[in-house]
């Protein structure tokens, strides 16, 4: 059943009122932080009550759903009378396998995932191909736990730095998942870690101007994300429950 528009606006304000609280402890703008609401566990009618919230900017983790449901979204925009709060734009916030990726170029605006130059070689050549660039960002395994997809740290500025070098895409910053045990204290560690390597990165000069973004925290630790630096939130279950 469809989450109402009701639940989701109380839901988003909560979420909101959040972000700003935790703004307010770190001298922070609110304005600089984007939420992606990330939609694996919920339908086509939810998502259509979220743009009435005034989301533009959605994620899931498997190409196929978000193939679909951006394809469904697209169809109920072009027929929709009220106007829409702003372009849309779909993230790929999970693991992607080199054969999906000329898919997820035709519905995505952003990958937060690319962890391999292998993956990113494959992103620049159909890019290109097609004459777009695709935003990327790295993703980092910051908690280090053999179960999660993620460059390893200490080769990240490296892969970073020949990822920006290639054509078809830009390398717009730096995602990492807190770790799965651990915690609020194992979260807050992986996030400073993130904004550590991405300080490093950006004294180099790695990504240039483009090199803008951490994609950090998700329901259970946004706001500990927030005060480590995050500009991107990949938020889900606190927008539906
Ligand atoms: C599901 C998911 C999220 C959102 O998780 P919630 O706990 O529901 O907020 C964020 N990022 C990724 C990569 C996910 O798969």
Same mark, same amino acid.
């Given at each position: ?108 605006? &952003? /990958?937060? *995932?690319?962890?391999? @130059? %292998? $993956? ?8 290109? =191909?097609? +004459?777009? !660039? ?27 730095? &020949? /990822?920006? *070098?290639?054509?078809? @895409? %830009? $390398? ?8 799965? =045990?651990? +915690?609020? !204290? ?56």
């Amino acid at each position: 059943m469809a989450v109402s528009l009701n639940r989701i606006q109380k839901n988003l304000d909560a979420v909101r009122a959040a972000i700003a609280g935790a703004c307010g402890r770190c001298g922070r703008d609110p304005n600089d932080i984007a939420i992606v609401a990330v939609t694996k566990s919920v339908e086509i009618d939810t998502i259509r009550n979220l743009v009435d919230a005034g989301i533009t900017d959605f994620g899931e983790n498997r190409v196929r759903d978000l193939v679909a449901k951006a394809d469904d979204l697209a169809g109920y925009l072009r027929r929709r009378r009220k106007p829409v709060p702003g372009p849309v734009r779909w993230h790929m916030v999970g693991h992607l396998q080199r054969n999906k990726v000329k898919k997820v170029l035709e519905f995505a605006g &952003m /990958i937060h *995932s690319v962890d391999s @130059l %292998r $993956l990113s070689e494959e992103v620049s050549v159909r890019a290109a =191909r097609v +004459g777009t !660039e695709m935003d990327i960002l790295l993703q980092i395994n910051c908690s280090e736990e053999s179960q999660k997809y993620g460059c390893a740290v200490g080769a990240a500025p490296h892969l970073g730095e &020949m /990822i920006s *070098s290639l054509p078809g @895409l %830009r $390398l717009r910053g730096l995602m990492t998942m807190g770790p799965l =045990r651990g +915690g609020k !204290e194992g979260a807050r560690n992986s996030f400073r870690r993130l904004r550590e390597i991405f300080d490093e990165m950006k004294k180099d000069r790695i990504g240039g101007r483009d090199f803008q973004h951490l994609s950090m925290g998700m329901t259970d630790d946004y706001e500990i994300a927030v005060e480590e630096g995050a500009t991107i939130l990949r938020i889900g279950r606190a927008l539906f429950e």
